[in-house]
């Protein structure tokens, strides 16, 4: 299996990927909508032999008083449910967070499973007295500083991608 950025002849299957993954329309959806309006973002794809079995997609977010801070937002994350448990989402995660350095980005948030994202070391994002513009369980919404201390002293409220409000 190979962790690759996203061509366009993958747009098909990465829709259908999502679709399966959450049981509905409305993340591959977004993932359309960010990827004709959200800049910068990373799209990668885990390609097992040709097929397309997981899609990651991290996008910029913008933290209420600090325009300055380069942040991205993971979301969504889909494996296709018969590929789950072998290592795709931990394998597309890790690449993911090394393109967003990559990219200059100091931070990284997810609204996720709170059992799921601490093994990347995310933690919860009140740590950093961060809020989510979404009403969301604490533990669900989490940050990663990718340069250490980026964060010390941003508190404020993580604003995504207008795409997500039409979600």
């Given at each position: 299996?190979?962790?690759?950025p ?54 910029p ?16 994350m ?87 409000a039409?979600?």
């Open positions: 299996m190979q962790i690759r996203e061509q366009a002849a993958d747009i098909a299957a990465i829709h259908a990927v999502n679709r399966a993954a959450f049981d509905s329309d409305t993340e591959a959806d977004l993932v359309d909508a960010l990827r004709e309006h959200a800049d910068p973002i990373i799209s990668l794809v885990a390609d097992d032999g040709g097929s397309i079995v997981g899609h990651i997609l991290f996008s977010v913008t933290l209420s008083g600090h325009a300055d801070l380069k942040i991205m937002g993971l979301a969504p889909a494996v296709r449910p018969a590929e789950q448990r072998r290592g795709i989402g931990s394998a597309l995660v890790g690449a993911g967070l090394e393109r967003c350095k990559q990219l200059g980005s100091g931070a990284v948030v997810v609204l996720g499973h709170p059992g799921y994202y601490p093994r990347f070391d995310f933690v919860p994002a009140s740590r950093f007295g961060l809020a989510c513009e979404y009403d969301v369980p604490d533990e669900a919404f989490m940050a990663l500083e990718l340069e250490l201390g980026i964060l010390r002293g941003a508190s404020g409220t993580i604003r995504y991608h207008a795409a997500f039409d979600a």
